[in-house]
């Protein structure tokens, strides 16, 4: 069955300090992997996504992404946090199987300290 | 290009009523997928809708329901409200073409008093 990880609920970095935000996915074949962002109360904003070509993913405010097929990892980067950037994450997943579905992990919460 | 909206912004109902949650797609997707994201629950697929007709669904009772109008906008209605069902309600359309994509609305914050 298909699965999303994400190991971390929560992760605090300073301001200016780099973020790394791991997901681990289970599923057969080459999925689509996504990335999204969600302030307090709002809705889903898409970062980046991946399907095929260049495992390294440039998404909007800077963020990257790495797709490793060897550790089933689609991990978030990003050099320079800044405050703006603390929300929840949630990595997730396409599948194709008789129509589109989405598998979203649990999401890391991001905050970021001064 | 408008993305996708959801109305009202916030909806507050008593236990027993009946709640109607509103979705329009991005103009040219013609798939809605509903999710109710509860308080340290993470994003529940409730419904998917495409074309008309009711695709998929979640692990919800009968009384979460919902449609889709011939213009591709779908409504989410909950029946015999419980505290439970107070949640932040997304609505997703599907994006299709090299990768499909869901895109979301801001939701519809449903309280239960």
């Known amino acids: 069955a298909q699965s999303v990880t994400q190991p971390d609920i929560h992760i605090t970095v300073s301001e200016g300090a780099s973020l790394e935000l791991r997901c681990n996915y289970s599923y057969g074949a080459t999925p689509y992997l996504f990335w999204y962002v969600q302030s307090p109360g709002q809705g889903l904003q898409l970062l980046l996504k991946y399907f095929s070509g260049d495992t390294l993913v440039q998404g909007i405010k800077g963020f990257e992404a790495e797709f490793k097929r060897s550790q089933s990892s689609f991990n978030l980067r990003k050099p320079s946090v800044h405050w703006s950037d603390a929300a929840e994450y949630f990595c997730a997943v396409g599948v194709r199987t008789g129509g589109f579905k989405t598998i979203f992990g649990a999401g890391t919460r991001l905050f970021v300290k001064a | 290009e408008a993305g996708v909206t959801q109305s009202p912004t916030h909806l507050i109902k008593t236990r027993g009523q009946q709640a109607t949650l509103r979705c329009s797609p991005i103009s040219g997707h013609t798939s809605v997928y509903w999710y109710q994201q509860a308080l340290g629950l993470g994003l529940q697929f409730l419904l998917w809708?495409?074309?008309?007709?009711?695709?998929n669904r979640g692990n919800f009772p009968p009384r979460f329901s919902g449609r889709q109008f011939p213009n591709y906008s779908s409504e989410l209605n909950v029946n015999a409200l419980e505290l439970e069902d107070s949640a932040l309600y997304l609505c997703?359309?599907?994006?299709?073409?090299?990768?499909?994509?869901?895109?979301f609305g801001p939701g519809t914050r449903l309280t239960v008093l």
């Open positions: 997703a359309s599907l994006g299709q073409g090299v990768a499909d994509t869901q895109y």
């Open positions: 809708y495409d074309e008309g007709e009711e695709r």
